[in-house]
């Protein structure tokens, strides 16, 4: 879950963003996560990219804090909003690695579509 988003610099159409997640682990035993990096497409192209500055020990079966430090591409994410005005949902994809402490590395990713339904509930107004 996204509990906060803060915008720290925007130039030459980039966004750098702090964000912080609670994070859950389904597990009967905690998750000591070293780090986690992420990219995220939208229509194919490199819309976002971050990596973790700091995690709490996820407890088992609990909830703990992940911050993340990203960069955005607004004009990817803009051509991406416009297309949602077209009624066509937005083809998203995201992957990354989370790394455990030890070593080991754990991969994830997620397809899907946003679609405009998705965007009005979200966001009011199309574009």
Not at 73 to 100: E, K
């Amino acid at each position: 879950m996204l509990e906060r988003v803060q915008i720290l610099r925007i130039a030459d159409a980039r966004a750098d963003l702090s964000l912080r997640l609670r994070v859950a682990n389904p597990n009967d035993f905690s998750l000591a996560v070293d780090s986690i990096a992420f990219e995220i497409l939208l229509d194919g192209r490199l819309a976002a990219r971050g990596q973790s500055t700091h995690i709490n020990t996820l407890p088992p079966r609990g909830e703990a804090n992940v911050d993340v430090a990203g960069r955005v591409d607004v004009t990817v994410v803009a051509t991406a909003m416009m297309s949602l005005g077209s009624q066509r949902p937005v083809d998203y994809a995201m992957s990354g690695n989370a790394t455990l402490a030890g070593g080991t590395v754990v991969p994830f990713s997620r397809k899907g579509q946003i679609p405009v339904a998705g965007f009005d509930r979200a966001f009011g107004v199309r574009p």
